[in-house]
C-alpha cells in the first residue's frame, strides 16, 4: 500500500478528479502541490506550480496524482518515471481511504459501463442496501469516500485512463462487460488498451468474485488464468450462471424478468442487465426486487434517450456513443432506419461498419471527421452532407426529414473538437430539440 502521510504530493490536473484528490488530501498530513497545463488557480492549502516548471521542480516531489486523460508520454511523466516517482490515479489515492468494511463493485468494459453501474446500484438500494455510483460515472470516488459516510457499496464505473493508474485497487467483485477497440490514440495499441483494462483484476484473490461477459472470446480467454470466484453471463449458452433461453433472463435456470418487460433498448443492453443481475445475485438479493428494478429502469441521459416528437420526427440522444462500437449498438437498438448525426474529435476511428449499417439510412456529419466521413460515405454509396458543428447538423436536419423519421445523434467520436464532454454536447441537442415547433 501507498504512504501518503508526511510525502510530497503533486496532483497533475485541476477537473473534477483533481479537485477531488486534493479535497482528500487535505485530511492527512501532506505537502499538496498542484499544476494544470490550461487551468491556473490557487486553491486553499495547496501550492500552484508552474506547468512549464515542472520539470526542473520534479526532484522535489514523491508522488504524482494525475487526471485520468493526462497522456502517459509528455515529458513531465516521462521524467517522473525515471526518477521513479509513484503515478497514481484519483481512484488509486481514493482506495487507500476506503473502510474496509465497505464493499467495492468495480465495472469496466468497452460499453455499458454506466448503464450497468447504474442498475447495480438502484437494485442494492431496492434491497436496502446503502450503494452510490462513483467513478466515471461522474462522481469522483475521493468525494465519495468524505461525503457517504453511510454507504455500504461503493459501485465504481472504471475507463481504462482510470485503470492504467492503479496499483494496489482491490475490488470485491470486478465486472468486465466487454472489449473491442477504443481509445487507440491514448494507448496506442489495442493490446495496451487491453491491459489497462485487465488491471481491473490483478489484484484479485481467491477470495475475490469477477463477473464475466462469456460471449466475448478476449475475455473467456483472459479468464482462464485468473484464480477467484467466476461467474459469467451469457445471450447465447445457458451453461453459464446467468443467460436468455426463451427470451426470458435466466440465473441457474430461474426466470429472473423476461426481454419484453425490460424498458432499456437493444441487445447491448441485454448484456447489462444480465451482468446487473448476476452482481444482484451476487449479494443473494431476491428475485422480486431485482425484476421490479429491472422493470422500470430506463435509459440513462445521453445513451439512447428519447427526447422529443416533433412534427412526426423522433429525437434520440446518444452523445455517450463516443467509439464506433457504442455506435453500432445504438443503431441496432432500433428497428428501422434513422438519419444519423455522426462525427466529432479525431482520433483514427473506423466509421465503416457504421456507414455500412443498414440503419443508417442517411448520415449527416460534422467536427474533425467529417471529410473523412465524407469520403468513405462515397465510397460506400451511403448518402452523406457535411456540416461544421453540431448545431449546423440540426439546422441541416430541418431540410431533409420527413413524417415518421428518427433522428438519432450517436457520433461515434469524443466531443472534444467542439465541447468539453459528451453531456454539453448532448445537452446541446437536447436544447435545439426542444427549441423546434
Not at 425490460?262 to 452482481?279: D, Q, S, W
Not at 420527413?402 to 433522428?407: E, H, L, S
Request: hydrophobic fraction near 40%; aromatic fraction near 10%; glycine fraction near 4%.
Amino acid at each position: 500500500m501507498v504512504e501518503f502521510n508526511n510525502k510530497n504530493v503533486l496532483v497533475l490536473g485541476l477537473q473534477k478528479s483533481g479537485k477531488a484528490a486534493i479535497r482528500l488530501l487535505k485530511t492527512i498530513n501532506t505537502t499538496i502541490y498542484i499544476t494544470d497545463e490550461k487551468i491556473m488557480e490557487e486553491i486553499d492549502g495547496t501550492t500552484y506550480i508552474p506547468y512549464q516548471d515542472l520539470l526542473d521542480f520534479i526532484d522535489n516531489i514523491d508522488i504524482i496524482v494525475k487526471s485520468p486523460g493526462i497522456p502517459y508520454d509528455i515529458p513531465i511523466l516521462v521524467k517522473a518515471r525515471e526518477k521513479q516517482v509513484l503515478i497514481i490515479g484519483e481512484i488509486e489515492l481514493a482506495y487507500h481511504f476506503i473502510d474496509k468494511n465497505k464493499v467495492i463493485v468495480a465495472v469496466t468494459g468497452t460499453n455499458g459501463k454506466t448503464t450497468t453501474t447504474s442498475l447495480i446500484t438502484e437494485i442494492l438500494k431496492a434491497s436496502n442496501i446503502e450503494a452510490v455510483s462513483v467513478g466515471n460515472i461522474g462522481y469522483a470516488l475521493s468525494d465519495a469516500v468524505l461525503d457517504e459516510a453511510n454507504c455500504d457499496v461503493y459501485v465504481i464505473e472504471l475507463s481504462s485512463f482510470q485503470l492504467l493508474d492503479t496499483h494496489f485497487f482491490k475490488p470485491h467483485i470486478g465486472i468486465i462487460l466487454n472489449l473491442t477497440e477504443a481509445h487507440l490514440d491514448y494507448h496506442h495499441t489495442f493490446n495496451n488498451y487491453v491491459n489497462a483494462k485487465m488491471n481491473l483484476l490483478k489484484q484479485l484473490t481467491s477470495d475475490s468474485i469477477v463477473i464475466y461477459n462469456a460471449d466475448n472470446k478476449l475475455i473467456r480467454k483472459k479468464m482462464k488464468g485468473i484464480r477467484c470466484h467466476k461467474y459469467a453471463f451469457s445471450l447465447y449458452d445457458n451453461i453459464y450462471d446467468t443467460y436468455v433461453e426463451n427470451k426470458a433472463i435466466k440465473y441457474n435456470g430461474t426466470t429472473i424478468i423476461r426481454q419484453e418487460e425490460i424498458k432499456l433498448p437493444g441487445e447491448h443492453n441485454l448484456y447489462n442487465v444480465l451482468a446487473a443481475i448476476t452482481c444482484a445475485k451476487v449479494f443473494y438479493i431476491e428475485n422480486k426486487i431485482i425484476k421490479n428494478t429491472v422493470a422500470n429502469f430506463e435509459s440513462l441521459p445521453h445513451r439512447i434517450q428519447f427526447v422529443r416528437k416533433v412534427n412526426g420526427v423522433t429525437y434520440y440522444n446518444d452523445s455517450k456513443s463516443t467509439n464506433p462500437e457504442s455506435t453500432i449498438c445504438a443503431l441496432n437498438a432500433f428497428t428501422e432506419p434513422v438519419i444519423l448525426l455522426l462525427g466529432g474529435y479525431e482520433r483514427n476511428q473506423d466509421f465503416t461498419e457504421i456507414i455500412k449499417h443498414q440503419n443508417s439510412k442517411i448520415i449527416i456529419t460534422f467536427g474533425q471527421t467529417k471529410e473523412r466521413i465524407q469520403v468513405l460515405a462515397r465510397s460506400l454509396n451511403k448518402t452523406c452532407f457535411v456540416c461544421d458543428d453540431l448545431e449546423g447538423a440540426l439546422n441541416y436536419v430541418q431540410n431533409i426529414t420527413q413524417y415518421g423519421d428518427i433522428v438519432l445523434l450517436s457520433p461515434a467520436s469524443a466531443s472534444w473538437d467542439q465541447f468539453c464532454d459528451y453531456e454539453k454536447r448532448g445537452q446541446m441537442f437536447i436544447d435545439y430539440v426542444n427549441r423546434l415547433h
